[in-house]
């Protein structure tokens, strides 16, 4: 016999799905979001240094110090499968929030590839500039998604704080003509975006326990 979903049994089964989905992000999620946060910031930090140390005619390879990122990549992936396995009950949510997060890989893979291509073209490295601000725009879409999704606050603050760092960013470079500030402004962005909030979760779930 076919069963009939009421709209209250309806919105019963949305509220146990989210709830499952936010316990999985808080015993999971956290400390991925910690180390990515950790990581970037860490890399953003010693390019700033770089750029300082380094001789003038040396400055522009301290963009190098970004290829870290690949090997942090991989480790974040095994974080990512650590995190997979260990979710209690996988729902939609869940995907949808994967999905998310793909998402915003693929788009800043092709927005480096178009900034770049762009740069080379043109030779011209000012565009080069829209990539820090660009990719907080980006992060702060998905953290704003996620808060909706899962309903919880610390990621909407997160949005805030990388949407806010993008505009500090243009407002560095064309006041203060100083692009290199981008490096502080998102290493600041990540711990207060990712790194705290990741410890909310972590406090949260503790609770939840």
Not at 49 to 67: A, C, K, M, R, T
Not at 128 to 143: Q, R, W, Y
Request: one cysteine or more; charged letters at 15%.
């Amino acid at each position: 016999m076919e069963t009939k979903f009421t709209e209250q049994q309806s919105l019963e089964v949305i509220t146990e799905m989210i709830n499952r989905a936010r316990n999985n992000v808080q015993k999971g999620s956290a400390n991925n979001m910690i180390y990515n946060g950790f990581a970037v910031a860490f890399v953003a930090v010693a390019n700033f240094i770089l750029v300082h140390v380094l001789p003038d005619e040396y400055g522009f390879y301290s963009f190098n110090i970004w290829w870290l990122m690949v090997p942090s990549t991989v480790i974040n992936h095994f974080i990512k499968r650590k995190i997979n396995r260990s979710a209690i009950v996988k729902t939609h949510i869940d995907s949808i929030i994967s999905r998310l997060w793909l998402g915003f890989s693929i788009s800043v893979a092709f927005l480096l590839i178009s900034i770049f291509g762009i740069c080379l073209v043109y030779d011209n490295w000012v565009a080069a500039l829209l990539i820090t601000p660009d990719i907080m725009i980006m992060t702060g879409l998905v953290e704003f998604g996620m808060a909706k999704i899962c309903r919880y606050r610390p990621f909407f603050w997160g949005a805030v704080v990388f949407w806010s760092g993008s505009l500090l960013c243009v407002f560095t470079y064309y006041v203060l003509n100083r692009g290199d500030l981008h490096f502080l402004i998102i290493a600041a962005c990540m711990i207060a975006g990712f790194v705290i909030p990741g410890y909310q979760l972590n406090k949260s779930a503790k609770k939840n326990v």
